[in-house]
């Protein structure tokens, strides 16, 4: 590589690093120039100043990380701060996935969409309640309202299919009737016009693990063909976008749910991704999407699976907001007391007595109360153990000790004063190891996701997937090189989001980068904290490695702490 003729004076020189261009090419030790928002060249600098320069000698100089997969679509209306993601190096994130989020909406649908998103993606309601300002009504206003308050990363939205089924249908989408042709065609117009207003495209849902807050399944579950044609062609009229599907992908079989979606993006012309995960009911089944998928990139068509780099875990805890026993008639009586208080009773052997002695499921709100068992349940630890074996967990370790499961966990969730977690995998551990992610990653087809930043956040914390694919599978494993695990993180994305202005340290490309200390890169243990609206709590869990994250051609975060430069904004539609 070499340096650029100098079309703009650089505003900040990054000198000495290794850089890793996103493209998976072999590292170069140069300098990397930027101008305003843009790289203007790679090479050596000698003399050259700038207003700004970072030594990164011995140091990883990357793109900034592109999400396909969050949800700050509540968040991103309150918060300037993209947290956790922006942690973990995400500079440009896409939202609005699984069919949830916040626009089209009438007025008088606005509580049917926060009970949606409350149910499905574990954000409170009071929360959403005191956060959401509700200036919008079409997803157009939506956009308008998210570019007026500056943030510390880009986001992109997709048009969310619950919300247009509500907006066009009311009650029957609720009711999950199917669309008229005249719904067809009004949805069909949303999506044309959400896309020319910048939306990347729309996403679905099929999964019966999405549900309202009240227990009603998401309005999208039973959607038809047609339906489901008409939204696709409504970008097809526009001429962008991709559409994001999540499904069970069993009504009636894998094969037949693959073939209409194929028969979708043939019909539209547009291009597909979609959540693929290892059941633990169905552990084989996952193999036959990923062949699938393979099979129709070799005919010319990307409907590309997005996986996760390690087991979906739920995080179970005193302070998450749920537990093995959340369900328990004592425990949901003591349940508001503050968590020392909460401690103090649970220690009662009274108390314990008759939480024990209760059906943790009859009353429980949890969704997927029925999805987990103590066979499949291990105490988290500290520092954070992502692979625990089988002989770790709960069943096992209470039939060493002679006691009851229930018990044992018990016992876990008052360890550190009551900040111990239960890390229970729902997906992708069927064989209790990493084989199945293993083998998702491998396929060059596959796209590294599903963190779902912004959302689950009392129970589930995965936003810092980046985080992971780079120290657990680029450096202590080697299984993958380090160049396509960043690669993976950024090119990749961002080709599949459509984004071709970032995602690749070339000149003219956007200003984008992370400067990242490899033999550190990792985590903290995660933790709880208080600070959302209505003094809503969240899951979060610090990263370290990342010496400083760049966005537009600001430094947004040194040591993974905030700068306070916002240089972030809305990105409207692919490029």
């Known amino acids: 590589m070499s340096a650029e003729p100098k079309s703009a004076e650089p505003t900040l020189i990054i000198r000495n690093g290794t850089i890793v261009d996103g493209t998976g090419a072999e590292p170069v030790e140069a300098d990397l120039a930027l101008a305003g928002d843009r790289i203007v060249g790679i090479g050596d600098f000698g003399a050259q100043t700038a207003v700004e320069e970072i030594d990164a000698r011995g140091k990883l100089v990357t793109p900034g990380f592109v999400d396909i997969h969050t949800h700050y679509d509540g968040q991103a209306v309150w918060d300037k701060h993209m947290a956790p993601s922006a942690w973990h190096g995400v500079t440009t994130a896409i939202m609005g996935n699984c069919g949830v989020g916040f626009a089209p909406c009438k007025p008088e649908d606005r509580e049917k969409l926060v009970e949606l998103m409350e149910g499905v993606e574990d954000i409170p309601g009071p929360v959403l309640h005191e956060g959401l300002n509700w200036q919008w009504e079409s997803f157009a206003e939506y956009l308008d309202v998210l570019e007026k308050l500056p943030r510390d990363m880009d986001l992109g939205v997709l048009l969310p299919h619950a919300a247009v089924r509500v907006y066009v249908m009311g009650e029957r989408a609720i009711n999950l009737e199917h669309a008229t042709p005249e719904d067809i065609a009004r949805m069909r117009e949303i999506s044309a016009d959400a896309v020319r207003a910048g939306a990347f495209g729309f996403s679905t849902s099929r999964t019966i693990s999405h549900k309202s807050l009240a227990g009603d399944y998401t309005p999208t579950l039973r959607a038809q063909e047609e339906e489901l044609t ?8 526009a001429g962008a976008g991709f559409l994001e599907i999540v499904s069970d992908w069993d009504e009636p ?17 547009r291009t597909a991704v979609f959540t693929l995960n290892q059941r633990h009911d169905r552990p084989h089944f996952w193999r036959d999407l990923l062949r699938m998928a393979g099979e129709a990139a070799n005919d010319g068509l990307s409907i590309r699976p997005v996986v996760a780099p390690r087991p979906i875990g739920i995080l179970l805890g005193l302070e998450g ?13 003591i349940a508001d007391l503050p968590l020392a208080e909460r401690v103090t ?14 059906d943790p499921v009859k009353n429980s709100t949890f969704p997927l109360i029925h999805r987990i068992s103590f066979s499949k349940m291990f105490r988290l630890g500290s520092p954070a153990n992502y692979e625990p074996a089988k002989s770790e967990s709960i069943a096992a370790m ?45 396929d060059r087809n596959a796209i590294m996701g599903l963190g779902d930043g912004g959302a689950h956040v009392g129970f589930i914390l995965d936003a810092g997937y980046p985080t992971w694919l780079m120290s657990y599978w680029g450096r202590d494993r080697a299984r993958f090189p380090m160049t396509d695990v960043i690669r993976r993180l950024t090119s990749d ?83």
Do not use: C, H
């Open 345 to 358: 009773a649970l220690r009662d052997p009274e108390v314990r007595r008759k939480i024990l002695s209760e």
């Open 253 to 269: 079989d894998p094969e037949t749910e693959f073939a209409m979606l194929r028969r979708i993006i043939e019909n539209s012309g």
């Open 493 to 575: 994305t961002a080709s599949a989001a459509g984004l071709s202005d970032r995602g690749v340290l070339a000149p003219g490309k956007k200003a984008d980068v992370n400067i990242i200390d490899w033999d550190k890169v990792g985590f903290s243990d995660p933790y709880v904290t208080y600070d959302l609206p209505a003094n809503g709590k969240r899951l979060m869990q610090k990263s370290t490695g990342y010496d400083a994250t760049i966005v537009s051609g600001k430094v947004t975060y040194r040591g993974g702490e905030a700068t306070g430069a916002l240089p972030g904004g809305v990105v409207r539609g692919q490029r």
């Open 398 to 442: 209470a039939e060493r000790e002679g006691r009851t499961a229930p018990e044992v966990a018990y016992d876990i969730l008052l360890e550190r004063e009551g900040r111990g977690f239960i890390y229970t995998p729902l997906v992708n551990y069927a064989n209790y190891d990493m084989s199945a992610p293993e083998e998702m990653l491998a």
């Open 321 to 333: 907001s749920q537990n093995p026993f959340s369900g328990t008639e004592t425990y949901r009586s």
């Open 230 to 237: 008409g939204i696709a062609r409504g970008m097809q009229d």
